[in-house]
């Protein structure tokens, strides 16, 4: 290879000095995406990316396609006799949203027929209690700036919307499906410049009444960056209201009782305020509070206690916290002799569902699963059954949905994808090493038979207690299929091993993160699995931090990385996009200390001169408005101004998509470019056949 002529990138003598400490940003003008410089300098980057030596991309194009053709179906959302899911065949590009009742099913809502287009995307949908209304939320080109509607399901008229500024809202009904509670942000012209995506509110809306007419009920003087959850129980008497700092493991709550006052004015009685622990609440047909928390239980428990006595000196444990597992979610079925609770829990990011007696919490069984894979959220009838239904998926099955039967203990597959595939034989195992301080770690690999060194890609995220668990990924089968190996680290900052892991790895500790990686990388090598001129690493978004501070510390360690819509810009990250109510995951510039934690592994200002880097494919998109492209445009200018050896570093910038939801066709041409980069400097030879 030789050494790419990369499109020029000014270099300004920008520096700041943070707590005494200059610091360098030379490319702070990329920030700016409408300026002309940068536009011109993106469509160089686009031309150069077009025109890289990506000789496998049509295969993987072919094969991720096939493997896509499964198709898709969601779990049901019961209301009375009617169900509410999702399902998309292989010809479509969204799954379209179903309704299905005595007279067979039907299609309430389908995205592509709303916009051919193909850029809207249902981000969301809440049925009323009784089931003949119908929430719904939309966005375009990938903004995730969702738009609120209500239809009526009988006729499939819109009845209602479209309410703007309902990011991310929960949608909480009233009986009647009259009103419901909702979350809507401040409009732009009531907040300060550059806090348009904060201050939220939680409001009582009346369908058929003017947005602007809904009635504030909580939120005002609060944390800007609060995030806030909303729910009423299925006989509609208790509302219950959660509040957290951006993206913090903890929430306040309250409860209030509507049958002693208007929904206009709930009387909220706190449950926690100021307590270092995630809380949920659920109430029962027996009456009884249900408390799902981590307080003084890193790996969850759930508690009982009376709704008129809601704070944690009531609570009494149901199920308690396992030593093991980390538990998920559970879910009460009580239309039998001796009701019962399901427990579903996850051992090493492996899940179980186990059964207690309801009153007692005492274990009597588990529910039988397809494998050793994953299970979706459980789902009952509100209204109370025998019958619980859950999605499964692990490594080289799709996503189906099956149901389990607690009169016979049986359970069964209820819906399959509906598309016929062929699956590469492919085998996985779980792999236990250790990181730099000795912790144990736990990783998955994907492969098929063969030995000696091979093309790996290992891939991670490690950040706000989400858990690497396994399931169907048409991009990792194509590669296995080639003949590669596909592993998938369970990081700490994750939730494999519950809250404490998560902590291992967030704010002071992030450090933790990238080392158990890098400890990943060094026994795929030591036993045998790749070498270092075989490995590549990939991760998106706070994954696209995991993997751009893992090439700038040891770029000596990996042949390859792909990055996608990565935080990189660790000093400033919070000035763009939701990175506002990320701080308290990473800490904050503002904060002399925290400060120190962000300098001491920001990719951006880890770019050094002179060093041979690895070949690095930075994938982001124009419509992201959760983390700004900008952190890789930047770090794209730095790396190829820095570059010491002849491995290219590319950009592929996108339109029309964001962060989140997309079209399958677009799904499928991202995979294909990313595999076929991978391939192309890891050695994998890719002939177009199977």
Sequence with gaps: MTRLPYPPARRDEIVDVLHGTPVPDPYRWLEDPDAPETKEWLDAQDALFRGAELDGREHFRARVAELLRSGSVGTPVWRGERRFFTRRTPDQEHPVLYVADEDGERVLLDPTA??????????????????????????????????????????????????????YSPVAWLPGGEAFYYVRRLAPALVPDGEEQFHRRVYLHRVGSPADDDVLIFGEGLEKTNYYGVAVSRDGRW?????????????DLWLGDLSASAPEAPALVTVQEGVDAQTALHVGRDGRLYVFTDLDAPRGRVCVTSPSEPGADSWRDLIPEDHE?????????????????????????ISEITVHALETGERTGEVPLPGLGSVGGIVERPEGGHEAWFSYTDTITPTAVYRYDALTGETTLWEAPPGAIEVPEARTEQIVYRSKDGTEVHMLAISRDGSGPRPTILYGYGGFGISMTPGFSATALA????????????????????????????????QNVFDDLH?????????????????????????????????????????????????????????????????VEYGSADVPEEFGWLWGYSPYHRVREGVSYPATLFAVFASDTRVHPLHAWKMAAALQHAQAGDRPILLRNETEVGHGARAVSKSIELAADQLAFLARHTGLGVTGGR
Aim: proline share 5%; glycine share 12%; hydrophobic share 40%.
């Design 114 to 167: 709303l916009d051919p287009s193909g850029v809207t995307t249902l981000d969301s949908y809440q049925p009323s209690k009784e089931g003949d209304r119908l929430a719904y939320q939309i966005s375009v080109g990938g903004d995730e700036e969702s738009k609120l509607y209500v239809i009526d399901v009988e006729s499939g008229e819109v009845v209602e919307g479209p309410i703007d500024r309902c990011r």
């Design 239 to 251: 509302v219950w209201i959660s509040a957290a700092r951006g993206t913090a493991p903890r929430n």
């Design 325 to 349: 597992a980390v538990l998920s979610d559970f879910a009460i079925l009580d239309d039998l002799p001796e009701p019962i609770i399901l427990a579903g829990w996850t051992r090493h990011a």
């Design 479 to 510: 590669w296995v299929e080639a003949g590669g190996v596909y592993a998938v680290a369970q990081l700490r900052g994750g939730g494999e091993q519950g809250e404490q892991w998560h902590r291992a790895g967030m704010l002071g500790h992030k």
């Design 519 to 583: 400890a990943a990388a060094e026994h795929l090598i030591a036993t045998g699995v790749t070498s270092p001129d075989r490995l590549a690493i990939s991760g998106g978004s706070n994954g696209g931090l995991l993997v751009g501070s893992a090439l700038t510390q040891r770029p000596d360690l990996y042949a390859a990385v792909v990055c996608t819509a990565p935080l990189l810009d660790m000093i400033r990250y919070e000035k763009f996009g939701l990175g506002a109510t990320w701080n």
